[in-house]
């Protein structure tokens, strides 16, 4: 039986069009589910909508919609830039939920009979857009730490999880798991700045709007935004308030990695594991806070007019061009940058030229000098085994980059097989061996470069999944597995190749500039 695998993103949040910055998380979950998933893993992958709060009831209102008829809307646009991008989750989630609702209001009534949960009063700074309270010292400006906007002035009656009651078991646990919260520095920023100042009882419920989960014993109250939200991880997968959990549930949960925004750390590595400590649950074995995409170097944001979309980046450059950039340019711990500009360069350099014009050049000269049939090597040179060396060694290096989540490295691995191959052509010199007709020697070199493309295009396949697929119907080759990966010998003798095709159009960067510009 394959080893079950649980990756979840966190649900986006219902209120408008997600921009790229949102979109770049669910590519990166994509990109992480579809690697185990060749490495033979039986992978369940959730994401969604988070549906519920004041802000959702506030816009429905502008908008003359009742809140349901508002997330409907928005969260069919979600799915649609999810399923544009290529993204192959196995469930999409809504908060909206008949079920998750039953659940969040049985699991809300659990905490507050074994006393977890208590009533008393608010009073303190509330961020609308943030759906989230702040102290005065947490104050940036006067304005939220998280959003940058204005916060309000909040009084009202409301219950609380008591946070306090399990902060001592929370930082043991995070002490003895070094790896629960990753990168480090979000740990780091954890521990000092949340755990050890003194983790204050949170406010689980609200009575100032009404677009939420009621409170079964109390209905002018509704379940605060992270009981609701946060829930959805357990909710969907089949948990029961009395241990009778489905099936789903036993074999997938703990999950293996909530892949969450940095900016919502705070809520998945303390609201969270207290939550489920509360309520007698594994934790899940990893928190990882990716960085964020930046516009130019700005957080995006409706009120800088930074914003850039997914489907619009798709319309100029297509679906892998967008996926390759934002995996690429996010490095591990530090934020990534988009402009138009660098998109157009990195497209060129790494798309066009170094990987398209490899797999076009050889497939070219192998309908040229053998027919598109694949030959079998047999002049070996000393000169081939730096670039075999690298092709074999590769898989390795991927998967040792990808066990740790580093999604950016492990696809430079992947294109310094393309980088290796090209300088292959240039020490090799295909076209003069044609020319001198040593064809022995030339049926060797073109089959280390078709190999090589060949691997390559294996292990891009979770990162550019289309492209991947084009070069193997290019190769007309099926060994498109990791298990064809254990020598360098994988694509098969006496194939006949299929005629080459661009895999990425060079682009004019002024001309598309003044396109976009229009």
């Known amino acids: 039986m394959n080893k079950p695998f649980y990756i979840s993103t966190a649900i986006a949040y219902a209120s408008a069009k997600p921009h790229i910055g949102n979109t770049y998380e669910i590519i990166l979950a994509d990109a992480i589910a579809r690697y185990k998933r060749l490495q033979g893993y039986d992978v369940y992958f959730q994401t969604g909508t988070d549906e519920h709060g004041q802000k959702i009831e506030d816009k429905a209102k502008l908008n003359n919609e009742n809140p349901q008829e508002y997330v409907d809307d928005v969260a069919l646009e979600i799915r649609r830039i999810w399923d544009l991008m290529n993204t192959t989750y196995d469930r999409f989630v809504r908060t909206t939920n008949p079920s998750h609702k039953e659940k969040v209001g049985q699991i809300f009534k659990k905490l507050y009979e074994q006393g977890d949960i208590y009533k008393g009063k608010y009073e303190g700074l509330y961020c609308i857009p943030c759906e989230s309270f702040c102290t005065e010292s947490q104050l940036d400006a006067k304005k939220c730490p998280d959003c940058g906007r204005d916060v309000i002035k909040s009084t009202e009656e409301a219950y609380f999880l008591r946070l306090s009651k399990y902060s001592d078991k929370l930082e043991k646990y995070i002490y003895e798991n070094p790896s629960f919260i990753e990168p480090e520095s979000r740990k780091n920023e954890i521990i000092n700045n949340f755990i050890k100042p003194g983790i204050k009882d949170l406010c689980v419920s609200r009575t100032s ?130 402009t138009h500009e660098l998109l157009i360069e990195r497209i060129n350099s790494d798309l066009a030229n170094n990987l398209g014009n490899l797999v076009n050049r050889t497939i070219s000269m192998s309908h040229k000098y053998f027919d598109g049939v694949v030959v ?39 294109f310094n097989i393309f980088r290796r191959a090209n300088k292959y052509i240039d020490e090799t010199c295909p076209w003069i061996l044609g020319k001198e007709e040593n064809y022995e020697r030339l049926s060797t070199v073109l089959y280390n470069l078709l190999e090589s493309i060949r691997v390559g295009a294996v292990l891009l396949q979770p990162f550019l999944p289309d492209t991947a697929n084009s070069i193997f119907e290019q190769l007309n080759t099926r060994n498109t597995h990791f298990d064809s990966l254990s020598d360098f010998n994988g694509l098969d003798y006496e194939i006949k190749l299929n005629n080459p095709k661009p895999l990425f159009i060079r682009i004019d960067k002024n001309k598309k500039l003044e396109e976009i510009e229009k």
């Open 376 to 414: 079998e090597p047999n002049l070996v040179e000393e000169i081939d085994d730096e670039l075999i060396s690298l092709v074999k060694s590769t898989p390795k290096m991927v998967e040792e980059k990808m066990a740790n989540y580093r999604v950016a490295d492990s696809i430079d691995c992947i």
């Open 209 to 338: 709007f009404k677009w939420g989960i009621p409170v079964s014993f109390d209905e002018k109250h509704v379940v605060y935004v992270w009981i609701d939200a946060l829930s959805n991880y357990i909710t969907f997968l089949g948990y029961d308030i009395d241990k009778n959990h489905s099936e789903e549930f036993n074999k997938f949960w703990p999950a293996d990695i909530h892949l969450i925004g940095k900016d919502i750390l705070r809520f998945h590595a303390i609201y969270w594991p207290i939550m489920l400590m509360a309520l007698d649950l594994p934790l899940p074995k990893k928190i990882f806070a990716h960085p964020w995409l930046l516009a130019g170097g700005e957080k995006m944001s409706k009120s800088k007019g930074n914003l850039m979309y997914a489907d619009e980046l798709v319309k100029h450059y297509g679906v892998d061009a967008v996926r390759y950039f934002v995996l690429h340019e996010t490095p591990f711990d530090n934020d990534g940058i988009i």
